[in-house]
């Protein structure tokens, strides 16, 4: 893979272990968790289940801010750490989801990505901050809408481009993302690994990094000490190159 200038993170079950949909499903949790798991599998269209799952909800102002809260409690291993050294290796990142944005934004601002860079479905609230509607307009709650977003950001996305996620709608993204890594740490769905340039299969983001960088070492501080951390823990499961010759061999895949 080449150095990457823009790594485009999901949030669902890849930034944070949460998937947000279903924690705010309440009694209706078993019918959407099999609506999300069916569209990410990419066994139904999307926008056949995303208003479906919010009319079920119906999710507060005070519910998002909850459920951002808790986005946050669970970033998977690493989320920081790893957003942290990509920005310092002079690396873009930004956030798509088909979550809601008031709560993928509080990852974001948690993460340090400007709010300008994450895409996510916008909702609506009456004055006293109860559910009325939500962005129909969006294209994150379609099929393909991940990759009319990234084509929406045109020349503010600085190629080549990496697509992290956990389902279909990641994969659909690529093109024009140059490379899909498919992060199966929280969840892993075969027909989405199969279909990947890379698997990270560790509850760890900090192979991206590696990936992001081509295999070459980390320049800044930031990478150096994260690479430098986990590999006791991953070894060779860390794909960067030992010297300008030899390349450690990865399972990354």
């Known amino acids: 893979m080449p150095r990457f200038s823009t ?69 998977v291993p690493d989320a920081r750490e790893t957003v942290a050294a990509l920005r310092a290796e002079g690396i873009a990142v930004r956030i798509v989801s088909g979550g809601l944005r008031p709560a993928v934004l509080a990852v974001a601002r948690a993460l340090g990505v400007p709010d300008e860079h994450v895409a996510a479905v916008d909702v609506r609230f009456d004055r006293l901050g109860d559910y009325a509607g939500w962005d129909d307009a969006s294209p994150l709650a379609y099929t393909m809408g991940k990759r009319a977003q990234l084509e929406s950001w045109g020349s503010a996305l600085l190629p080549p481009v990496m697509i992290v996620g956990d389902g279909i709608t990641d994969l659909e993204a690529r093109p024009p993302a140059d490379a899909f890594i498919a992060f199966a740490g929280v969840i892993a769905r075969d027909a989405v690994i199969a279909a990947a340039d890379a698997v990270i299969r560790e509850r760890s983001l900090a192979p991206v990094l590696a990936l992001a960088l081509g295999g070459t ?30 390349a450690a061999p990865s399972r990354t895949r």
Do not use: W
């Not at 272990?17 to 099999?34: F, N, T, V, W």
């Open 7 to 75: 790594v485009v993170f999901d949030c669902d079950s890849t930034l944070s272990a949460a998937e947000g949909i279903d924690e705010l499903a309440g009694p209706h949790r078993a019918a959407i968790a099999a609506l999300t798991d069916s569209a990410m599998r990419g066994e139904l269209m999307l926008e056949e289940v995303y208003g479906r799952r919010l009319a079920l909800v119906r999710p507060s102002r005070d519910t998002l801010a909850a459920l951002g809260g808790l986005y946050v409690e669970r970033l």
């Open 217 to 246: 070492q980390p320049r800044s501080i930031e990478g150096r000490a994260l690479l430098g951390r986990v590999a006791g823990e991953m070894g060779d499961r860390i794909p960067v190159k030992r010297d300008d010759h030899e």
